[in-house]
């Protein structure tokens, strides 16, 4: 095979793989600890009043209002406001309570579980970026109406999630951000199985930026890729305003693929905002678990990130810069890597973006003994291998591998670190654990 063809060849593989399902979605695996003679009971604390199969999540969108009706009710373009509201997961046709409990503890299926995205409703939108302005004698000042209009928007997301929050068992906020070629529905999907298997128990939602556009080169990943960049500004203020809502405990970030770049951006700039306010992001925003799943994103623009608060000793701490300032311990704050060395779409991508070192495919053979003990040393960090494949290129093991879902189910529900009782994973060095084979 030429060059030209193999390239071909890697392009199709590489869009079809990171792309998103179909508007239904048959639902995952079950994690495996609900399967098995040493299984954890899945729905035993869930109020009667809430076992019934459809399941309601947050959305929070920077995506444009579809055009038809009838179809999905946001597309793949821009939105200069950001919308949120309620998207309702059906699981299964007609399939009563009892039997989605059984086939979600069962270790193989007879019939699949297909989901299905039903009635989506917006219950509130901001003003349009950038702000209107007036410039004053004394300078540049946001107009009055646009800051009301911010503001009540504002606490009217928080009374939403104030709302949820009184009928969830714990206070807790799991926010799910996806990947490239993405669309609504998928994402609600996605997120909508995932806070199934976590047992209801918490506020979910998804910030849904406008992936899924056909313009530009490989099947739109360029424009994906800046769609992603623009939804920054917009997923902070999302994690500011959420992680502040008065009775949120903790506030947990899950980002995939692509999704994970947007993530940590917007965390590199909201870690500078607790610095300058001299906190840290877990006393700020609430944030507990940051989980970055199968990162398409490049090893040294993540580092840059994740460490830009320590790299910078001239940012202001308080009022001036300080470059000897103790940061704030953030006890609370977790930050989880799903990683995989066999992942072949993360492969292609760094091949076909000109960065081998992807985040997604680190191998503790690629760091020396220095840098594993400086890792470690952070104890706040930890990097879970995840070796051989559950679907054709290895991208998908969030829902496809079972030990997967069930290492994320403990993390989050059952608050375990690695190799607690109910968490097996191999230690490999350092802050590097690997998942069982399946």
């Known amino acids: 095979m030429s060059d030209q063809h193999l390239r071909r060849a890697l392009i199709v593989a590489f869009a079809w793989v990171l792309q998103g399902c179909s508007s239904t979605l048959p639902m995952m695996p079950t994690p495996a600890l609900y399967a098995g003679e040493n299984a954890k009971p899945l729905f035993d604390d869930l109020p009667k009043d809430r076992r019934h199969p459809p399941l309601d999540l947050l959305f929070v969108t920077d995506r444009a209002p579809a055009e038809r009706a009838g179809g999905s009710s946001y597309a793949a373009g821009r939105s200069r406001s950001l919308a949120f509201g309620s998207a309702t997961v059906q699981f299964g046709k007609d399939l009563p309570w009892e039997g989605l409990v059984k086939a979600s503890t069962a270790k193989q299926r007879v019939e699949p579980v297909r989901l299905e995205l039903g009635s989506t409703t917006e219950r509130g939108r901001f003003p349009a970026t950038p702000f209107e302005v007036v410039v004053a004698p004394d300078g540049v000042r946001r107009v009055p109406a646009v800051v009301e209009a911010y503001e009540t928007a504002k606490h009217q997301l928080q009374a939403e999630v104030a709302s949820r929050l009184a009928v969830v068992g714990r206070k807790e906020v799991v926010l799910f951000v996806h990947g490239y070629r993405t669309s609504f529905e998928q994402a609600a999907l996605k997120m909508g199985e995932l806070c199934h298997f976590l047992g209801r128990d918490f506020v979910c939602a998804i910030f849904t930026w406008p992936a899924g556009g056909r313009r530009g080169s490989l099947f739109g990943y360029g424009f994906d890729r800046e769609s992603s960049e623009y939804a920054v500004e917009d997923l902070l203020k999302v994690i500011r305003i959420v992680g502040r809502t008065p009775g949120v405990e903790r506030l947990h970030l899950i980002g995939h693929s692509r999704g994970t770049d947007t993530l940590t951006s917007a965390l590199a700039e909201l870690s500078v905002e607790a610095y300058g306010l001299r906190s840290s992001p877990d006393r700020e925003y609430r944030i507990g678990n940051v989980v970055l799943v199968a990162p398409d994103l490049d090893g040294d623009v993540a580092v840059s990130k994740i460490f830009k608060v320590f790299s910078d000793p001239?940012?202001?701490?308080?009022?001036?810069?300080?470059?000897?300032?103790?940061?704030?311990?953030?006890?609370?704050?977790?930050?989880?890597?799903?990683?995989?060395?066999?992942?072949?779409?993360?492969?292609?991508?760094?091949?076909?973006?000109?960065?081998?070192?992807?985040?997604?495919?680190?191998?503790?053979?690629?760091?020396?003994?220095?840098?594993?003990?400086?890792?470690?040393?952070?104890?706040?960090?930890?990097?879970?291998?995840?070796?051989?494949?559950?679907?054709?290129?290895?991208?998908?093991?969030?829902?496809?591998?079972?030990?997967?879902?069930?290492?994320?189910?403990?993390?989050?529900?059952?608050?375990?670190?690695?190799?607690?009782?109910?968490?097996?994973?191999?230690?490999?060095?350092?802050?590097?654990?690997?998942?069982?084979?399946?």
């Open 314 to 438: 001239d940012l202001p701490f308080g009022g001036n810069a300080d470059p000897s300032a103790v940061i704030p311990p953030a006890t609370g704050l977790k930050v989880t890597l799903y990683v995989s060395p066999d992942d072949k779409a993360l492969a292609t991508a760094g091949w076909l973006m000109g960065s081998f070192a992807r985040l997604g495919r680190v191998d503790a053979t690629m760091l020396n003994a220095e840098q594993i003990s400086a890792l470690a040393s952070l104890r706040a960090i930890d990097i879970v291998q995840v070796r051989g494949r559950t679907d054709f290129f290895g991208h998908g093991y969030l829902a496809s591998n079972p030990q997967v879902s069930a290492d994320i189910v403990a993390l989050l529900r059952y608050d375990l670190r690695p190799n607690e009782p109910g968490r097996f994973l191999e230690h490999v060095t350092g802050s590097f654990w690997q998942v069982p084979r399946p």
